[in-house]
């Protein structure tokens, strides 16, 4: 298929809370439709919320649990469980944002415990692999929690990350990410000292994605999983390099673009690889930080479109970004 057909590639990340990534996709499609062009959905995740969805590509099932949220509660989470024995668990699952009220954000208090609970599900319901996505969760807690219930990994396992940060310092699971999870400044370096402190998760303090999901990287490598950038593993598993070869447009964004946004998520992956392929990229935002976009515009986003902020506008903002973009 020629460029000239002005094909579109719709690969988003979620909304996170607003828009699945597979809902965002189709939003854009339908705009670039309605302007006359064609367009390919592609939803996409990076180690955070979707990821079970977008590798979950072969015969399987949606497994339930009944594990504890970040604040000992019970709750029913899920997990992907392939027919050969594979399952893909995501962190945010268990113990994510998502699951706490505004005014419950604690994570001074927030536990990791019932991702530990949900690993050892999966397990007990018969996998003999394990992908933990580790993305979205609401603690920064260096596993600790989860270390209570899983002192050593059952089966082989990978963890996708979802940020290549290290687990201290101003990239770190603390400062970059405890007050997006309720921290305020005092509280965030009460948790820098108490992640700094832990001698088992110092010697893997700079592996890339170590601070991913509240230093929950860290502390699965200590157990002797493998760090693996969750954004590649979706691209290889969706061919997104084929996928885009030929065509003319990759749209891609999430619900804030900001200096994270730079640290292994799905706008900075897909900029780096449609760079490789001479495939011009539009990302999109809900919220837009000038700093993270700058850092895509400097790694060659030919734009950063800011939404209207709504979330209840959110898909006909996609919609009428998708016909722009098509009928420009």
Do not use: H
């Not at 536990?111 to 992908?131: D, P, Q, Y």
């Amino acid at each position: 298929m020629s460029r000239e057909l002005r094909r579109t590639v719709c690969a988003p990340d979620s909304l996170k809370g607003v828009l699945s990534a597979r809902e965002a996709a189709a939003a854009l499609a339908a705009g670039a439709r309605e302007a006359g062009g064609e367009a390919d959905e592609l939803p996409l995740a990076d180690g955070g919320e979707g990821t079970a969805e977008a590798l979950a590509l072969g015969p399987g099932e949606w497994r339930r649990a009944t594990v504890s949220d970040p604040l000992g509660r019970p709750i029913e989470a899920r997990y992907r469980l392939s027919v050969g024995g594979e399952a893909v668990v995501e962190a945010a699952e268990a113990i994510g944002l998502w699951r706490l009220a505004p005014d419950e954000l604690d994570p001074l208090r927030a536990s990791s415990r019932g991702l530990g609970e949900l690993i050892l599900a999966a397990v007990e319901a018969g996998a003999v692999r394990l992908t933990i996505a580790l993305g979205g969760t609401a603690t920064v807690d260096g596993g600790a929690g989860l270390l209570e219930v899983l002192p050593e990994l059952p089966v082989p396992t990978d963890a996708a990350y979802d940020v290549r940060s290290p687990l201290l310092g101003p990239r770190g699971a603390a400062r970059m990410f405890g007050p997006q999870k309720g921290a305020g400044a005092a509280e965030v370096e009460l948790l820098e000292e108490r992640l700094a402190a832990s001698t088992r998760l110092a010697p893997y303090a700079d592996v890339p994605g170590a601070g991913a999901a509240g230093g929950l990287g860290a502390a699965l490598a200590s157990l002797g999983a493998e760090l693996r950038p969750g954004l590649e593993l979706v691209l290889t598993a969706t061919r997104f390099r084929e996928r885009i070869a030929e065509a003319a447009l990759v749209v891609t964004g999430e619900g804030t673009v900001d200096a994270s946004s730079a640290e292994g998520k799905v706008p900075a992956g897909v900029v780096d690889a449609a760079a490789e392929a001479g495939v011009p990229v539009v990302v999109f935002g809900g919220r837009v930080d000038p700093n993270g976009a700058d850092a895509l515009l400097a790694a060659g986003a030919r734009e950063v479109v800011a939404l209207s902020g709504d979330p209840g506008r959110a898909r006909d903002d996609l919609v009428a970004l998708g016909a722009r973009l098509a009928s420009s």
